[in-house]
């Protein structure tokens, strides 16, 4: 009886815990043999007081390119100089998918943000402004966060971003 009680309360208690999951993108981007990474972050909109997820997929590919080292060769009373050419490799990002989604319920209530679920308004952070530009910066909690990934969906490419609230 003991045990069925303590398993009860166990469920009770993981139940009220649960985390919301809302799916806020899910789009088809081109295939690539690349490497493609995806990001996503807050945008409060000041004017209208709703939330959005913006939303970047960059590609990484490596460029070669050949550059010519000249050296000097032999006998200083001799000068000649030997030149070859040898390959230099860097990693460049380009940016194949940009989208800014609307989160439902997730609104500007003064300075805070704040987002209104089944279980209740969570605050996820505060509008303020930077030290040291003084520019409008979103101060989150951590009770709320943006998952993105890219993900291989039978034939297609799709990037995924999912609105969590813990």
């Given at each position: 009886m003991k045990l069925l009680s303590l398993f009860?309360?166990?469920m009770t208690s993981s139940f009220a815990f649960a985390a919301e999951t809302v799916?806020?993108?899910?789009?088809?981007?081109?295939?690539?043999?690349?490497y493609t990474y995806a990001d996503a972050k807050f945008y409060m909109d000041t004017e209208s007081s709703l939330g959005y997820a913006q939303v970047e997929v960059n590609e990484r590919y490596q460029v070669t390119r050949w550059v010519e080292h000249c050296y000097p060769v032999g006998d200083p009373r001799f000068p000649s100089v030997s030149c070859r050419r040898v390959p230099h490799v860097e990693e460049v990002n380009r940016l194949i998918y940009k989208h800014t989604e609307l989160i439902p319920n997730l609104v500007l209530e003064g300075n805070k943000m704040v987002y209104?679920?089944?279980?209740?308004?969570?605050?996820?952070?505060?509008?303020?402004?930077?030290?040291?530009?003084?520019?409008?910066?979103?101060?989150?909690?951590?009770?709320?966060q943006l998952d993105a990934g890219v993900v291989?969906?039978?034939a297609d490419r799709k990037v995924i971003v999912d609105f969590k609230v813990k």
């Open positions: 009860l309360v166990l799916r806020v993108v899910e789009d088809v981007i081109p295939h690539s043999i690349q209104h679920s089944e279980s209740g308004a969570v605050e996820c952070g505060t509008l303020g402004t930077s030290r040291v530009f003084r520019r409008p910066t979103l101060y989150l909690s951590g009770k709320c291989l969906d039978r």
